[in-house]
């Protein structure tokens, strides 16, 4: 938690912890994932990765059932 601020630390959720009907930040599916934010960034442009939302400039986003579909099959997701 940075000093300042008035929010509690947010724990990561586990694998478990997805709720497909949630979004998610990289935050906080970073230590699901096998590789680093750039590698999963460029999975992502070449659709073998979930596509985020993006809800603004520095806001993006992950749906939780696209992560737990691509976590059961991770070198067979396509992206729609």
């Given at each position: ?17 997805i ?23 460029k ?5 073998r ?5 993006k ?26």
């Open positions: 938690m940075l000093s300042g601020s008035s929010q509690p630390a947010r724990s990561a959720p586990k694998h478990m912890d709720i497909p009907q949630c979004l998610y930040r990289w935050a906080e599916i970073r230590h699901l994932l096998p590789n680093g934010e750039t590698s999963w960034r999975m992502v442009a070449e659709k990765a979930p596509q985020p939302i809800l603004g400039h520095k806001c993006t986003l992950w749906r939780g059932e696209h992560i737990l579909d691509w976590l059961s099959r991770p070198n067979e997701y396509m992206a729609a």
